[in-house]
């Protein structure tokens, strides 16, 4: 397992090769949306857009990772000006890490701490469904407000762009001066980080054509929305992962916590494997333009993929209505399907 693990590690070799054809499409891409900034051809032109900035934010992702490149300090600089064109400080990393460290645990502190309900006695499925059953139908009338901001229809499109144009304003910067060294880091790291993006996409406005700002805002909001579906369907799904403190650990978090997404070809350009995100939370360390290579590989080679859950971009669309966790019955339901059980 270890040689086939070194197999697939970053090479510069990769990176630059791919960071090459990310900029390269990303720049032809942008000239596109300005070009046909006044034609009905904008209609595609900024969807398209909006999958490179979904690219985008997968690398940066992978920098976070320290896996796009064997170099760290190559990785914070790739990262933290990418992080400019989606919206989010490089320290996001921080977060992220214990991300990994926890999915599926509910009785995790950490994401717990993160949400300020350490005290409440809430336990915690994952990062977009927060709520069971039993706390539901405990709302009384405040569940019809929880209804309307989780139905997907708000959840994934205002909620989304307010995560990015909000909360990752600041977010990282907030949970470690409230929670002293909660990411076991120097705040200033953080606070560097973050006035960096803050500046970043300050200069990145004032230097773009007042022409291009509304398309590229629009083909933005758009790739929140995108990004949150994936990282929903990545986690949320039938049978779920959800595991105690004592029973958890990372090998089931992964296999068995994490889905492998069935992204049709002409839209893997775009993910950069992500859709592998049961390979990635195994091996983050593994990039993603490397994961399809290694999880071809893995199935051939061992049975450790036999249990994995795959999701058709049908499944993906239907555990969009996926809310609250029903601890009874283990698994992820609708409102709809709550609404029968009262």
């Given at each position: 397992m270890?040689?086939l693990?070194?197999k697939?590690?970053p090479t510069y070799y ?6 090459l054809?990310?900029?390269t499409c990303f720049?032809?891409?942008f000239?596109?949306m ?9 209609i595609?032109?900024i ?5 490179m ?6 690398i ?7 896996s ?6 190559l990785?914070?600089?790739i990262?933290?000006?990418l992080g400019?064109?989606v919206f989010?400080p490089?320290?996001w990393?921080?977060d992220?890490?214990y991300?990994?460290l926890?999915s ?5 502190k950490?994401?717990?701490l993160?949400?300020?309900?350490i005290?409440?006695g809430q336990?915690n499925?994952?990062?977009t469904?927060n709520?069971t059953?039993k ?8 569940k019809y407000i929880?209804?309307i ?7 994934f499109?205002v909620i989304?762009s307010?995560i990015f144009?909000?909360k990752?304003r600041?977010n990282?910067?907030?949970?470690q ?23 970043g996409?300050?200069l990145l406005?004032m230097?773009m054509?007042?022409?291009?700002i509304y398309?590229?805002l629009i083909?933005?909001?758009i ?6 579906m994936?990282f929903?369907n ?5 049978p ?6 004592k029973?958890w650990?990372?090998k ?5 916590g994490?889905?492998?997404i069935?992204v ?6 775009f993910t950069?494997g ?7 939370h195994m091996?983050?360390s593994i990039p993603g ?6 999880h071809?590989e ?5 049975n450790?993929?036999?249990?994995i859950?795959e999701?058709s971009?049908?499944d993906c669309?239907k ?7 029903d ?14 059980k009262i």
């Open positions: 270890l040689k693990f070194n697939y590690k990769e990176g630059f090769k791919d960071i054809k990310h900029t720049i032809t891409s000239y596109s300005w070009y046909f900034r006044d034609s009905y051809l904008s595609l032109t969807p398209l857009q909006s999958l900035n979904v690219r985008t934010f997968i940066f992702h992978d920098c976070g990772h320290n796009y490149t064997p170099n760290k300090r990785n914070y600089v990262g933290s000006i400019i064109f989010t490089f320290c990393k921080y992220h890490h991300h990994h926890t599926g645990n509910k009785e995790s950490w994401l717990l993160v949400r300020g309900i005290n409440s336990s499925q994952n990062e469904v709520k059953l706390d539901y139908n405990e709302m009384g009338n405040m929880y209804r901001i989780r139905s997907p229809l708000v959840f499109t989304a307010l144009l909000v990752y600041f990282e910067l907030l949970i001066y409230n929670n002293n060294n909660a990411y076991k880091t120097s705040i200033n790291i953080i606070l560097f980080d973050t006035i960096l993006n803050n500046l996409i300050f406005f230097h054509d007042s022409d291009i398309h590229y083909s933005e909001v790739t929140f929305s995108i990004g949150l994936i929903h990545e986690h949320t799904f039938n779920p992962y959800v595991a105690t403190t029973k650990n990372k089931d978090s992964g296999l068995l994490s889905s492998f069935q049709p070809n002409y839209l893997s350009f950069v992500i859709e592998y995100h049961h390979i990635h091996y983050p333009y490397n994961l399809h290579r290694f071809e893995l199935k051939k080679n061992t450790e993929l036999d249990n859950i999701l971009m049908n669309y555990n969009l209505w996926l809310t609250l966790y601890e009874d019955n283990d698994r992820y339901i609708s409102f709809k399907e709550a609404d029968k």
